[in-house]
């Protein structure tokens, strides 16, 4: 047994790079995109600062419309702009762009929800201080939503290495694939319970760091 | 200072018209301090939060130093917010902020200098007495010191006015007396016009100069503290004055007296004066004091007394004649039985 696990090691190693990889670069994308949008959803609501009925129907549409679409048939669906953006649609930077565009609105509606805890009195206390929307969003809505973003930035990042097992689709590879490969695909026990149990692994770690960054930026 | 000119402030919600403030004029003078009393749902705090504008009036025009407030653009209204400071029952402080980026908020949204911004919160610190606690969070502080924090961050633009909504009323009663004085000392200090609004009545009687008295949206009385404490007109009125002035004898007492019972308000002056042992020594009666109080409302003495005087009936009557005619404020509680 310990032979065979041996002789996966290479593979096992170029598998879980190829899944850091695509879960860095598609949480990477989720963030730059996914909290100005989530911030964009809060504040466009009615009675806030830059209340606007239609950029928050507009966008709540789209963000329900991806977030409808099973992972799958997004990454399938989604090949001719993987195409353009990337210039191929199969490997891990192919698959990255499928995995962006899935947790871009999933983090959105985390950061969302975050913001939404905030005492209603602490914006008001800010707008009543004198201070402009974005001096508001920067120093107010953002610090205080600190802690739960930690939290939403923790659970897209494992939900992320989820969908990525399914990248194997498009030839993305990465340690869910590789489990499906050769442990599911050829009936290899010993290398599919390996690979959970890296992936069991992984989870926790992502858990236990995101739960401690989360405490220590809350200072309520 | 303050000029409010028929303001009424109406509410949708689900389809209903609320009426939270009804067609309201009030005029508050430079340099004092406005107590705006009210049970809660009277109107109190919408119209307290229209003065700064967190809600917009439905109609009526808002002057702050002859400047309509009502009609300015969004970014004049800003900069007229800089010199309204405004504290909350809850605090509302930025959780994620120490006690000193708090305050220097407030100067940033000013567009000041970062040297200005460290001097100025260095200063202010001091005046509330919060030296000590600049760099700890707002969940480490007590509720006292919380609002001290409010204050100070209202007051980092020098401001020239102060909204109060219900600023003590989550606070101890200790607590409350060290806010009330820190603002009547920054009153006094600054001469900032201080509006405020409160449930209790308490608040007023330390340290407002004037006040109104609100019920389903409207000011039903308004006037001077110690006037209203002393010849309150209106029931509503009367409530709050006697929930810290008890003035009324209990029934079964009043009921067992003999001879005829009076009320005296002693105001000012007066009431240090020997008004009731002259009235002894000119006229063939017997007092028997039933109830005497003397409060003081911010310095000024106020006496309630409340007596039974027995004796012949004309001479009685001569009595009473001679405390009218010294006391303007005399009333017969009860006749000879």
Known sequence: ?220 | MIEVRNVTKIYTAKGKDIVGVKDVSLTIEKGEIFGIVGYSGAGKSSLLRCLNLLEKPTSGEILIDGVSITKLSKKELREERLKIGMIFQHFYLISAKTVYENIAFALKAAGKKKDEINQKTLELLQMVGLESQKDQYPAQLSGGQKQRVGIARALANDPKVLLCDEATSALDPNTTKAILSLLQSINKKLGITIVLITHEMEVVKEICHRMAVMQDGEIIETGDVYNLFAHPEKELTKTFISSVIQMNLPEPLLKGRKGVVIKIHFKGAIAEEAVVSELFQNFKVKGNILHGKIEYIQETPLGIFIMELIGDEAEVKRAIAYIKDRIENLEVVKHVA
Do not use: H
């Open chain 1, 1 to 220: 047994m310990l032979d065979s696990l041996y002789s996966i090691l290479p593979d096992l190693n170029k598998a879980f790079f190829e899944t850091l990889y695509m879960v860095a670069i598609s949480l990477g994308v989720s963030l730059i995109v996914g909290l100005p949008l989530g911030v964009a959803l809060f504040v466009t609501d009615k009675g806030l600062l830059f209340e606007n009925v239609w950029i928050k129907q507009i966008a709540g549409i789209l963000v329900n419309l991806i977030r409808s679409v099973p992972f799958i048939i997004l990454l399938v669906a989604l090949l001719p702009l993987t195409q353009l953006i990337t210039g191929t649609t199969i490997g891990p930077t192919a698959a990255s762009v499928s995995l962006s565009v899935a947790a871009i609105p999933f983090f959105a509606r985390l950061v969302e929800t975050s913001l939404r805890e905030i005492d209603k009195g602490v914006i008001e206390a800010a707008v009543a201080v004198g201070a402009t929307p974005w001096m508001i969003i920067r120093e107010v809505l953002l610090p205080e939503a600190k802690p739960g973003i930690v939290q939403a930035i923790t659970v897209t990042a494992i939900s992320l290495l989820g969908y990525s097992a399914m990248a194997g689709i498009v030839g993305g590879g990465g340690i869910g694939d590789f489990a499906i490969r050769f442990g599911y695909y050829r009936y290899d026990n010993t290398i599919m319970f390996t690979t959970v149990v890296l992936l069991i692994v992984i989870v926790q770690l992502m858990q236990v760091i995101g739960d401690g960054v989360a405490r220590a930026v809350n200072k309520r």
